[in-house]
């Protein structure tokens, strides 16, 4: 098929307004908004949010309607079924299709089936796996040998044997013969292919991202003694709750600890309540629950500092948002986001080295104002220059068949062994 403007078909299982997604929502929303005017954008997506029972309220369900810059469909749970996405594949005309994960059944595996079938057109596929193929979201490989195994504990379960076996299959099937994989960085690249093979065809082509935030909003009050600390992401062993928990055991001073997130996982949530409620008294813990994105950068811009010593991001949406706001971050050095300190935006650590996050808490329970302000400006500045940036809508440009991408400067994700902060414009 060919026309003017090209047609994308996204599918993806929760889109806007949905928030308890996390990043692929956010991912996709930027693309729509940055690409919108020159790409004709169709969303296929449910018609509620992760882990909810009711639908959307106001949003019809089972028909085309706007939505910012793309036509979007939510479809209702009796429509979540391969004949309905043979009729959307079949219906909808597009030239291209975007999936945005890899182990979806209904928004990934059906339709790849469809295609192996010949029951759906034969277009152009780019599928973003959004980390999925990162070794700790696998458990496979040799990071388990870098984190303590009582980190773990929720990875190696059936839930990801059963994605092994799934890619077994689907390699054998000739599911993902022909198409093109997208990568976040280059360490995602290094990632799919050692998983996949050397000879899939993988373009890096970074998660777009919005305005950095005017630096009007980056002024919070910073004493000895009083450090406000949040993470903010789902609560699953993957973000790592437990190791925060483990970090705070042995701060010595006030410390306030906010939570926020969907509990993606009922079991490892009561373990870590556990674990949280045991912290000496001088640290209050407090659940705030799932949080919408647009309550996000206030969240931030009261905080100190972002706490997430994630087992493995392929971007981390919510490190640049703590960026964005001032908010320096303490995560794990299994994201792209490397050599903060050099920065004075933050420090990415060992995740197996627990007393060095402790000893950045108590780092940050110790500074006054000054300091403090130095810190933030590093993190918003870091922001900016990343969000300023324009080769990755290059690279996002081009992989939809736009005009060819422009390289990305020295030190950059896609040259950096995947390090977003290197040498960042």
Known sequence: MSQAVPTVLALLDHYLPGYKAGGPVRSVHQLVTQLGGEFRFRVVTRDRDAGDTAP???VPANRWQRVGRADVLYLSPDRLNTASMRDILTGTPHDLLYLNS????????APLLLRRL????????????RGELHPSALGTGDWGRLVPPRLVSGIRTPRYLKKQTYLRFAR??????????QASTEQERIHIQHALGAGTEVVVAP?????????????????????????????????NLRGAAEALRGVRGPVRFDIYGPVDDARYWEECRGILEALPPSVTVRYMGPVPHDAVAAIFRDAHLLLLPTLGENFGHVILEALSEGC???????TPWRELTQRRAGWDLPLADIPAFTAVLEQCLAMDAEEFGRWSAGAAALARAWSAAGWPRDRNRALFGGPAAADAPEGAP????????????
């Open 56 to 58: 959307y309220p106001g």
């Open 102 to 109: 890899l182990f979806s059944p209904r928004f990934s595996a």
């Open 118 to 129: 010949n029951a759906a057109p034969s277009r152009r596929v780019v599928l973003a796996p």
């Open 172 to 181: 054998s099937a000739g599911l993902f013969r022909g198409i093109t994989w």
């Open 207 to 239: 998660d777009l991202v919005p305005p950095p935030a005017p630096t009007s909003a980056l002024l919070r009050d910073k004493r000895p003694g009083d450090l406000r600390v949040v993470f903010l992401s789902r609560l699953c062993a993957m973000k």
């Open 328 to 334: 320096p971050v303490l995560i794990s050095d299994q």
């Open 414 to 425: 896609a040259r950096s062994g995947g390090h977003v902060v290197a040498d960042a414009p």
